[in-house]
Structures are given as structure tokens and as C-alpha cells.
């Protein structure tokens, strides 16, 4: 067994120098990976990670939320020449998986990564990830749901002709964006990657940069930035107590996943 994934790992970041959660949980399991930081909190990571662990981005305070941070990761995978990229946000809290008909928390990070990676091999899936365990509320018939949102923890297939784009509910928009052309998302329900959720407000990330002000505002134009683009799949109903976007995954249930 193979002692790190096969594929290089990156985390993006930014204001949570003082609580990297994707990355000290990264370093516990053993993990190679990267995070990607705007030059002006680079000293601030590099000191509480390590140089070796940080990527310096060429850009700062866009303002455009993480879109930038991804793609800058998306082409440093390229450039490495490897087929795929992990893509992790920096609020993951715990990786669980069902034993014994539970959601338990576990420490082998690794055998959950490979399990992915192996899939991907197998399948040319092109895009990948663990599901939250809140939306996996009984034991899995099969290890992955097929064709749906991806989010937070991503395996993407570096040669795509897609890239992330929008300020909001960018993951949305890349998922269509593989959906809408014919192809194929999986989202694994067997290990699941547990984050802190945006209710739970973790100080820095998007969550100061763009969700700061009005709420009920921002929830609004969120859901219809979504739907401007995505008129045909996306529309702004009220979900959750607030105005959210609802998609009908369950259309691109055609799309060839094998």
C-alpha cells in the first residue's frame, strides 16, 4: 500500500492562519500537501506551517471569493503532469466512514484518498469527492452517488476544458459545467469528509471576504447568480429558512459514469 496519494494534494486559505483545520488534520494523518495563500499572509502560514507547505499566489484582495486560488492550483497540478489534483477547502474537521452500519470518525486518511484514486482510475471519472457526512444519513448501498454537486474536497481531472469562474457557489458552476457537457461527477458516501459548516461562521476564508454584511442579502444574490447563469438547471426558491438555489441533479442521471 502506497504511503501517500497517488495525486499531489493542495488546500486553499486565506485569514485562518491561526486555525488551519484542513492542514494540522493533513499533518496528523501523514499527508503531503500544499496551501495556496495570498502574498501578504504568506509569512503568517509559512510560519505555523513551514515554507515547504505554502504557495505563494501572484495576486491579493481580488475580492472575487477563491475562484483565482483554485485555478492558480488547477494549472500548478498541470504543470506537474499528473492526471488529476486534490483540492480541499481549509475548514475540513475529520475525515468519518461507515462501520458496522456508523459514521465513525477515523485517522487513516490515506486508504480513503487511494480508495477515491483508485476509482478514478478505473471509472475516467471527471470529477471526484467525499460527501458530508450530514448528507449521508444511512449506511450506503454503494461507495459513490454518481452525477451530483462535489464540494470542499475535490479529485479533478486536470486536461478539463472547464475552470472555476464564479464569486459565488463556484463548485456549483464547475459541476455543471462537466454535467451540461456530458460529463460525469461521483461523490463518495462511503468515507466522508467532515467540514465546519458556513452556519457555523469560522472566522476568515469567504466567510469574512464575502458573506460579511447583510446575510439575507448576499443569500439572494447568491442563489441568483447561480440561476443568471444556469437559467435551464437553477432556480431561487427559499430552503433552509433563506433564499438558497435548488438543482435537480437527478437529470444528468444519463450522463456516462463508468
Known amino acids: 500500500m502506497a504511503s501517500q496519494p497517488t495525486y499531489p494534494v493542495y488546500i486553499i486559505s486565506k485569514g485562518r492562519w491561526e486555525k488551519t483545520l484542513t492542514a494540522d488534520n493533513f499533518e496528523q494523518a501523514g499527508i503531503d500537501y500544499l496551501v495556496a495563500v495570498e502574498p501578504q499572509e504568506y ?3 509559512a510560519k505555523k506551517l513551514g515554507k515547504h507547505r505554502i504557495i505563494k499566489l501572484p ?4 475580492g472575487l471569493g477563491s475562484y483565482p486560488a483554485r485555478n492558480f492550483c488547477w494549472e500548478h497540478a498541470k504543470q506537474k503532469g499528473t492526471k488529476y489534483h486534490w483540492l480541499f ?3 475540513i474537521q475529520g475525515l468519518m466512514k461507515w462501520i458496522n ?3 465513525k470518525k477515523i485517522d487513516n486518511y490515506v486508504d480513503a ?3 477515491i484514486e483508485s476509482y478514478s482510475k478505473q471509472s475516467n471519472i471527471d470529477i471526484l469527492g467525499f460527501e458530508e457526512p450530514n448528507f449521508v444519513v444511512k449506511p450506503p448501498k454503494k461507495p459513490f452517488k454518481y452525477n451530483c454537486h462535489v464540494y470542499s474536497a475535490m479529485l479533478i481531472k486536470n486536461n478539463l476544458p472547464y475552470r472555476w469562474r464564479l464569486k459565488y457557489n463556484e463548485d456549483v458552476d464547475l459541476c455543471l459545467q462537466v454535467l451540461h457537457n456530458g460529463g460525469s461527477t461521483a461523490s463518495c458516501v462511503y468515507y466522508m469528509m467532515d467540514k465546519v459548516s458556513t452556519s457555523q461562521k469560522m472566522k476568515g476564508g469567504n466567510q469574512t ?3 460579511k454584511g447583510n446575510a439575507p442579502e448576499k443569500n439572494l444574490l447568491k442563489a441568483k447568480m447561480l440561476e443568471a447563469v444556469w437559467p435551464q438547471y437553477a432556480k431561487t426558491v427559499i430552503r433552509f429558512g433563506r433564499h438558497h438555489h435548488l438543482i435537480n441533479w437527478k437529470q444528468f442521471k444519463r450522463n456516462q459514469h463508468a
Open 43 to 45: 509569512d503568517l502560514y
Open 59 to 62: 495576486f491579493s484582495n481580488l
Open 89 to 91: 477547502d481549509d475548514n
Open 101 to 103: 452500519g456508523k459514521r
Open 113 to 115: 484518498f487511494l480508495f
Open 209 to 211: 471576504e464575502l458573506y
